[in-house]
């Protein structure tokens, strides 16, 4: 990946909240505190990776099964990713 393309997406990663949809706001907090720390374990590069995937993962399933359920439940699959990656 080009630098210029993970300037740009740790830009995005620390300055906006993920839209999952109508009635969900993902605080970006949770997001932005993992990827400073992904990118103080194991680079900028895999951070920009993992947070990709864990925004793809978590709107996923707000499509799906945890639409009507609360933050936690959003929360809950950030760490199942986490699990899935290794990071847990």
């Known amino acids: 990946m080009q630098h ?5 997406a740790k830009a995005a990663v620390m300055s906006q909240p993920i839209q999952l949809d109508a009635s969900f706001s993902f605080q970006q907090a949770a997001l932005a505190e993992t990827y400073r720390a992904l990118c103080k374990t194991h680079g900028v590069a895999f951070a920009v990776y993992f947070v990709d995937e864990c925004k793809a993962q978590v709107m996923s399933a707000a ?16 760490n199942r990713l986490k699990v ?3 990071l847990a």
């Open 63 to 78: 499509r799906t099964r945890l639409c009507g359920r609360s933050e936690a439940g959003l929360m809950q699959e950030v």
């Open 84 to 86: 899935g990656c290794g």
């Open 4 to 8: 210029r393309q993970l300037k740009n």
